[in-house]
């Protein structure tokens, strides 16, 4: 059944039989995630470009150059800049105009290694001609989308992990109806937040016992010199 055919035969997923149901998920699963897949690469090669940009910026050299903790926070600007691309995947992309390379230079932490102006250009301009490219396979992705499957779902589950988490509900036998996926969808999305909070949790508090147990000697010297008085379990 085509996308046209399986929009006509269903006017509202939440009566629609179990057949029709897994049907639409399943046909809006391939276009939403294939959309997801062009978004993020197209997020990417932006990303490449403001970061590249972005350290030639009085903000780069004066607030994370030669800062403490420079290359944490040099990361972390990576992955919001970019989307979430770390320094070894920015080095993979750069390795494509430049040979292997590093992100730190041999010193460590004081400079990052970047392409010269000539190589940077030729990133640019190749980024800059992809990047067309997509945006103009999305724009064509969007239209068919709008005539698809996908606008069967209510907008707030549009995504690949909802639509595929309510799709192996439905070939598990766990879900028959739209309801009983959203429902279910919404469960699971609390448990993997409680999940996600109790992993922090453990993290930060394995953090609290690395830290106290390397400076406790140092930490029970200062209580006695100051007068204070230091529980350290």
């Known amino acids: 059944m085509s996308n046209t055919e399986i929009v006509q035969r269903v006017s509202s997923i939440a009566t629609c039989d179990v ?28 990303g490449v470009l403001k970061f590249r940009e972005w350290t030639f910026s009085n903000d780069y050299s004066k607030n994370y150059l030669l800062s403490d903790n420079s290359e944490q926070r040099i990361e972390q600007k990576l992955i919001e800049i970019t ?19 590093k992100f730190w230079d041999e010193k460590g932490w ?39 499957a996908v606008m069967l779902i209510p907008p707030d589950y549009r995504y690949s992990l909802a639509i595929e988490t309510m799709l192996r509900f ?42 106290t147990g390397t400076a406790a000697k140092g930490a029970k010297a200062a209580a006695i010199f100051s007068g204070l008085n230091l529980l350290l379990k």
Do not use: H
Not at 30 to 40: A, I, T
Not at 170 to 195: F, I
């Open 19 to 46: 057949k029709d149901l897994a049907q639409v998920l399943a046909e809006a699963l391939e276009k939403v995630s294939r959309f997801e897949g062009l978004s993020s690469k197209l997020m990417r090669l932006e």
């Open 83 to 101: 989307g979430g691309m770390t320094s070894a995947e920015l080095d993979a992309e750069l390795d494509k105009y430049s040979g292997p390379r």
């Open 110 to 148: 004081r400079r990052l290694k970047f392409l010269s102006s000539k190589k940077f250009k030729t990133l640019r301009d190749s980024c800059d001609k992809e990047i067309t490219e997509l945006k103009f396979i999305i724009n064509s992705e969007v239209t068919e989308i709008e005539n698809s």
């Open 170 to 211: 439905v070939r598990n036998l766990r879900a028959s109806t739209w309801k009983e996926c959203a429902d279910l969808y919404e469960e699971q999305l609390y448990r993997w937040k409680m999940e996600e909070n109790s992993v922090e949790n453990l993290r930060l508090k394995q953090e609290i016992r690395n830290l």
